[in-house]
């Protein structure tokens, strides 16, 4: 998709020469830029629901539920850690 960009010409020019002076080009720096939005967007959305889940659940986990502190690292929820043992229940 193409855009058009309205800024003042010094402001281009500027851009410009570090973009040259950093081995890339304007166009590189506005497309990864507007990546790197996208991303910040879509945490922030996750972040968002994260907080709504948090405050409805009145602060407490599911009846059963048993976190394991491997589960913090690996971002899994079968309790083994990165060396394939089985993590401890906390308890």
Do not use: C, K
């Amino acid at each position: 998709m193409n855009i058009t960009l309205s800024a003042d010409e010094a402001v281009i020019e500027g851009a410009r020469r570090w973009a040259r002076e950093h081995g890339t080009s304007l166009n590189d720096i506005i497309r990864q830029r507007l990546a790197e939005l996208g991303r910040i967007a879509e945490r922030s959305g996750a972040a968002q629901s994260f907080a709504e889940n948090a405050r409805s659940s009145g602060g407490r986990s599911p009846e059963g539920s048993i976190f394991v502190r491997a589960e913090l690292y690996t971002g899994s929820r079968s309790g083994a850690v990165p060396d394939g043992t089985a993590g401890s229940t906390g308890r």
